[in-house]
């Protein structure tokens, strides 16, 4: 016999939304069951502290914003529930979730669309970090529109295919919800002209530590300064970024990716002006704090965040030896593994490295001018390990005090350089193009070793020569391959067809760190 409940039938109002799972957003579906029962809220879904708190802001706010509060128990889920949920975005399509139930807002008109957003006990919308995977994410789901805090409007206009508005309070939701565009809609992108960057022509001397320079930049490869301290290093460090190509469209979505995710951290401003990133952490800073990581949201490091851009670490040997050898792998592959609990997340880190470090601890630029105990000076710089001086392409040395001028004439302007760097990675694209179909490289440092030393050989006369380096000791195999990249940059930027020997010698020359007039 079938017994038939005399209990009202279940009014399940549903939203949707998106979360993030390390710098990829997914979609999330949050529904609400409004039924008998003690008045109250619960939040199930596997949500983090800051979920689960919601269950206050979202009753006071929407108290607080006239609307009407559910007067008996209140069910919220959100699913798919075997992944995790962390931040304060789900506050927004939970109050809209409760609103469908109430029958405030018909199911239909919430067919296409989507909310993110954090709510004040007052009703207001605030901005929550990573948005821009968010909406790439609710684009890629079908989502039609979507609602965002406010504050994250800017970015998340940047985004194509999708309409975007943005809530300032509460209020808005339910004219929003039914097709009102009460909200904000999406500005006009900012134009990408920059700040002023630090320019190359403030910079007096140093041959051959600009050369070096132009070079890494031209060919995309790592670059190690040493020399005194006062000598330039952090200043050409700090310049890399202005001779490079701006980002074009694709590196700049992927960049702000990261910057979005990381809020405060980031520089949304200066990935939307096209500036490559440029971060320079402190000595003192931590494996996690490199890689990236944290408890519930993850939280980019700092090779995540100098994604194509620049990471310098400035006293190189004075960074932990574990933190450095943290570096060996991202420059390797492109990418940080962060190891959690249940699941492995892969954060893109594809930057170009500039360490610097002073010839010893007390910084004296000769050895019978040093001040250290004996044996010191040779055992500073031993800190950085062979693995990881082996993946640094070109090292120099920044002349001394002694060659220094105050009266010098100005070097060439950043802008100078910036078109010969443009003109060589051109080339370089061409050649590429001629020889494999839809080339993947974006520089010359990037082309794997073998695919480099079978298509795209130097002249014979100069393949010797990296033979007879790497026979006599003087050369790793990887070695070989970093400094035919040099040789292939440095036959770019002189405009020439092919390596010769005479460029292959000047690429071992600043691999190995003998170029020639160092330290002049």
């Given at each position: 016999?079938?017994?038939?409940?005399?209990?009202?039938?279940?009014?399940?109002?549903?939203?949707?939304?998106?979360?993030?799972?390390?710098?990829?957003?997914?979609?999330?579906?949050?529904?609400?069951?409004?039924?008998?029962?003690?008045?109250?809220?619960?939040?199930?879904?596997?949500?983090?502290?800051?979920?689960?708190?919601?269950?206050?802001?979202?009753?006071?706010?929407v108290i607080n914003s006239g609307l009407q509060w559910p007067k008996s128990r209140v069910v919220v889920s959100l699913s798919p529930a075997s992944v995790p949920k962390t931040g304060s975005g789900f506050d927004l399509p939970m109050v809209l979730a409760i609103l469908a139930a109430q029958g405030t807002v018909h199911p239909d008109d919430l067919a296409d669309a989507a909310v993110v957003g954090e709510l004040g006990l007052d009703g207001t919308v605030r901005g929550v970090p990573g948005v821009l995977p968010m909406v790439l994410a609710a684009r890629e789901a079908g989502v039609g529109r979507l609602a965002?805090?406010?504050?994250?409007?800017?970015?998340?206009?940047?985004?194509?295919?999708?309409?975007?508005?943005?809530?300032?309070?509460?209020?808005?939701?339910?004219?929003?919800?039914?097709?009102?565009?009460?909200?904000?809609?999406?500005?006009?992108?900012?134009?990408?002209?920059?700040?002023?960057?630090?320019?190359?022509?403030?910079?007096?001397?140093?041959?051959?530590?600009?050369?070096?320079?132009?070079?890494?930049?031209?060919?995309?490869?790592?670059?190690?300064?040493?020399?005194?301290?006062?000598?330039g290093k952090s200043m050409l460090a700090e310049r890399l970024p202005g001779i490079l190509p701006p980002l074009d469209d694709e590196e700049q979505l992927e960049a702000a990716a990261v910057h979005s995710v990381a809020a405060e951290k980031g520089d949304l401003a200066g990935i939307w002006r096209r500036?490559?990133?440029?971060?320079?952490?402190?000595?003192?800073?931590?494996?996690?704090?490199?890689?990236?990581?944290?408890?519930?949201?993850?939280?980019?490091?700092?090779?995540?965040?100098?994604?194509?851009?620049?990471?310098?670490?400035?006293e190189a040997p004075e960074v932990s030896r574990a933190v450095l050898e943290g570096l060996r792998v991202p420059m390797e592959r492109g990418t940080v593994s962060v190891e959690r609990v249940r699941r492995t997340l892969v954060l893109p880190a594809r930057f170009q490295l500039v360490i610097a470090s002073n010839p010893c601890p007390c910084g004296a630029e000769e050895p019978a001018e040093c001040l250290c105990r004996g044996g010191v000076r040779d055992r500073y710089l031993q800190r950085i390990s062979g693995p990881l001086r082996d993946r640094i392409d070109i090292i120099a040395t920044t002349g001394g005090h002694r060659a220094a001028t105050v009266t010098g004439e100005p070097g060439e302007s950043s802008a100078v350089v910036r078109d010969r760097v443009t003109a060589a990675r051109d080339r370089a694209v061409s050649r590429w193009r001629g020889r494999v179909d839809d080339p993947p490289w974006r520089s010359t440092a990037d082309v794997p070793g073998p695919v480099l030393r079978r298509e795209f050989p130097a002249e014979d006369a100069a393949m010797l020569v990296l033979e007879d380096q790497l026979r006599r000791g003087v050369l790793s195999q990887r070695g070989v391959d970093r400094s035919l990249r040099v040789a292939w940059t440095l036959t770019d930027l002189a405009g020439k067809e092919r390596p010769r020997v005479g460029d292959v010698m000047d690429a071992v020359d600043m691999f190995t760190g003998t170029v020639e007039g160092a330290g002049q």
């Open positions: 016999m079938v017994t038939v409940s005399n209990r009202s039938p279940v009014r399940v109002g549903q939203a949707r939304s998106v979360g993030l799972d390390g710098l990829t957003g997914i979609p999330v579906t949050v529904d609400c069951d409004i039924s008998r029962g003690l008045p109250g809220m619960n939040i199930v879904g596997l949500g983090d502290a800051a979920v689960v708190q919601a269950r206050d802001r979202v009753r006071s706010a965002v805090p406010l504050d994250n409007l800017p970015e998340a206009a940047r985004v194509p295919g999708i309409r975007v508005s943005g809530l300032s309070h509460l209020g808005q939701l339910t004219d929003w919800a039914v097709g009102q565009e009460t909200g904000a809609t999406a500005p006009e992108p900012p134009t990408t002209s920059g700040a002023t960057a630090p320019d190359l022509c403030e910079l007096t001397g140093q041959p051959v530590a600009r050369r070096a320079l132009e070079t890494a930049a031209a060919g995309g490869h790592h670059l190690w300064l040493s020399g005194a301290p006062g000598t500036t490559r990133p440029f971060v320079a952490p402190h000595p003192s800073l931590t494996l996690p704090a490199l890689t990236g990581g944290g408890s519930g949201r993850l939280r980019p490091g700092a090779v995540s965040l100098a994604h194509h851009g620049v990471l310098f670490l400035d």
